[in-house]
């Protein structure tokens, strides 16, 4: 949960796998962007002894040769901490997502020691999702004046065993090209792929509120499967969430450069 000290030590954790894949820091020479969050003691339950905590954003980059360009791959690593005194793990919602964004560094960055890419690839684990998407709002606020061009893929529950087909969230018009083409992306990888609409917020939309062009890869069946004691690392396929990473792999090797304004 926010703010807990299995917050903090995730935090640690993941800057410490991107330092060790050679991602590059991106704000004040560090892989934490702080920002200021209200952190409850329980979540969904007011509280007189709510807090305003120093949080952080995990964040690294891969460098392209356009600096004015970027692609930002993100998913939250935050959860929800204990309901009626049983622990939410969160494997699906999002520890899924979370190493699928390092399977994606680890598999771009070797990629860029070959050949470098046309943008910058930013990596980002959010903090604060499930309270209200602060730490994409607060990502979005700092990072959207350093690029001309920017958008964003969001990952968040993927992999389910009984999760269903891949489906993709937020399909407004700001975002429609980028739905197409990642749409085409995940069939031509022959993943199978619902149209159904997943309601329910994500950190898509910290950067559809300022008009920056994001979708959110998500289980079509998520919403039976979250939030719940059973959302444990059993409920997982690994191999389905490694064909999802490898498909956007894909996706940003075939779009390197791509506006989708």
């Known amino acids: 949960m926010i703010g807990s ?15 060790n894949l050679g991602l590059s820091p991106m704000f004040n020479n560090s892989y934490y962007e702080k920002y200021y969050q ?9 509280s007189n002894t709510i807090k305003t905590e120093t949080v952080n954003n995990i964040v690294g980059v891969i460098k392209g040769n356009d600096s004015k360009k ?20 969160g494997a699906l919602d999002n520890a899924s997502g979370t190493s699928a964004i390092i399977e994606i560094a680890k598999v771009l960055k070797e990629k860029s020691c070959k050949k470098a890419f046309n943008m910058d690839i930013i990596i980002c684990a959010f903090n604060g999702e499930e309270e209200g998407q602060q730490g994409s709002r607060a990502f979005v606020h700092d990072v959207e004046s350093l690029y001309d061009n920017i958008y964003n893929i969001n990952i968040d529950s993927i992999g389910a065993k009984e999760g269903g087909e891949l489906t993709l969230k937020y399909k407004i018009k700001i975002s429609s090209k980028l739905y197409t083409a990642m749409k085409t992306t995940i069939k031509n990888d022959n993943i ?11 950190d898509s939309n ?3 509120y300022q008009n920056i062009p994001s979708i959110s890869l998500v289980d079509e ?17 690994y191999e389905k969430i490694k064909i999802i990473s490898d498909c956007i792999c894909d996706f940003v090797q075939k779009n390197d450069g791509m506006i989708f304004k």
């Open 5 to 19: 000290k299995g917050n903090k030590k995730a935090e640690e954790y993941i800057a410490n796998i991107y330092k």
């Open 38 to 46: 209200e952190v409850i003691p329980i979540y969904g339950e007011s």
């Open 70 to 89: 970027a692609v930002v791959i993100s998913a939250h690593f935050d959860h929800i901490g204990y309901i009626n005194g049983k622990i939410i793990r």
């Open 192 to 202: 199978k792929f619902s149209e159904s609409s997943v309601e329910g917020a994500t």
């Open 206 to 208: 910290s950067f559809q």
């Open 221 to 237: 069946n998520v919403k039976t499967l979250v939030h719940k004691p059973t959302d444990t690392p059993e409920i997982l396929d």
